[in-house]
């Protein structure tokens, strides 16, 4: 995360609808209160012993030796699948300075995994090289289509800029890579597709004949698809990529906000999990400068682009040890990963930019 540096588009920032801005008890168009199973966390940790020949290094790397975080969830075949981001032990001792690739974990509770020995996505010699080498693949969402195929959004990193690319799948293993979701001409990063409940599982779901992909870090934009690869920007009366999600002084997400996991589409409107960032200065007291901690809004089900409702303090944030600790000590609960499954909803999340949490709640939105 705090390796990439969003290049902001240059153009003033538009007045969005009124937001009414909540807090204390959940309103019934939010998640209920996410839960930490004691039992369980972190779930996935980093194995300095796991080897992988890769293709770009020519030889055997411990792929997720120092750090194992920020997970996409899919629930297949009753069992719930977690991609998480691996950081091995090359480079610099600094963030985002080792190479990042995707191992691929499942549990039939969703709590306790298996994991693949091996890498299931990584940077390799393909036609993403140029945007991949040496930084590497990094903070999945997933969402599952219609026609059964899963689509995968995740950022590309070589260590200059970064893109939100998209690749596809038919089984988690074996991926097709399509490149940026919206071009390689800005540096820019974090993109969940809206999906909507169906017969137990979160589905791409298409509004107005289109499928909606909320994007950004610094300041969240809207896309729009025919296929759920190729990507086009929503533009506002200028002409450029249309703001609909800014950060707010004094608040948990007083840096900017970050888009979270795919977001879910309700009769009552578009629930978006987000990640908002602390400022240094001018935050919220409450939380230490730089922690990243979890908020929720609300968009119009007909209109993507029309905020109804966003949290005045955040849904979920860093509470435990190793939620603040690790390679990123000013804590991260950072939410990528969101399924239903046996009648709850459970919260995938990186903590410090080290470890893979999860949270668990029996009230979804829209109730």
Not at 34 to 39: L, M, N, Y
Not at 200 to 206: D, E, N, P, V
Not at 282 to 300: D, I, Q
Request: proline share 8%; net charge neutral.
């Amino acid at each position: 995360m705090k390796h990439i540096i969003f290049r902001p588009l240059k153009y003033g920032l538009p007045l969005v609808a009124a937001a009414f801005l909540l807090s204390g008890a959940a309103s019934s168009w939010q998640f209920g209160r996410f839960q930490r199973p004691a039992e369980a966390n972190p779930v996935i940790s980093p194995r300095k012993d796991s080897t992988f020949l890769c293709p770009m290094r020519k030889g055997p790397v411990h792929w997720e030796a120092l750090h194992t975080f920020n997970p996409a969830a899919i629930v297949r075949n009753g069992k719930v699948f977690v991609l998480y981001r691996a950081e091995d032990d090359s480079g610099e001792m600094k963030i985002g300075m080792h190479t990042s690739r995707l191992g691929l974990a499942e549990s039939s509770d969703g709590l306790h995994f298996q994991r693949r020995p091996e890498p299931v996505f990584f940077p390799a010699e393909d036609g993403e090289k140029e945007r991949e080498w040496d930084g590497g693949v990094e903070d999945p969402r997933i969402v599952e289509a219609e026609d059964g195929r899963y689509v995968l959004t995740y950022t590309q990193w070589n260590h200059q800029k970064t893109a939100a690319a998209i690749a596809t799948s038919t089984d988690l293993v074996h991926w097709t890579k399509h490149g940026p979701a919206l071009g390689s001409e800005m540096s820019y990063k974090s993109a969940g597709i809206v999906t909507s409940l169906s017969s137990g599982r979160l589905i791409a779901k298409k509004i107005k004949g289109k499928y909606w992909m909320y994007w950004g870090e610094g300041t969240v934009r809207l896309a729009t698809s025919e296929d759920l690869v190729h990507w086009t920007p929503l533009a506002g009366p200028d002409g450029q990529p249309l703001p609909i999600l800014a950060k707010r002084e004094g608040r948990f997400d007083s840096s900017f906000p970050e888009v979270g996991p795919p977001p879910v589409w309700t009769p009552r409107g578009i629930v978006v999990l987000y990640n908002g960032k602390n400022a240094p200065e001018g935050g919220s007291p409450s939380l230490a400068p730089e922690t990243y901690a979890v908020g929720e809004a609300l968009f119009a089900a007909d209109d993507p682009a029309k905020l109804l409702a966003r949290v005045d303090e955040p849904v979920f944030k860093p509470e435990l040890a190793f939620e603040r600790s690790g390679q990123y000590a000013a804590g991260t609960t950072f939410a990528e990963g969101l399924v239903y499954f046996k009648k709850k909803w459970f919260l995938y999340y990186g903590c410090a930019d080290s470890l893979v949490g999860v949270a668990v709640t029996g009230q979804g939105p829209g109730r």
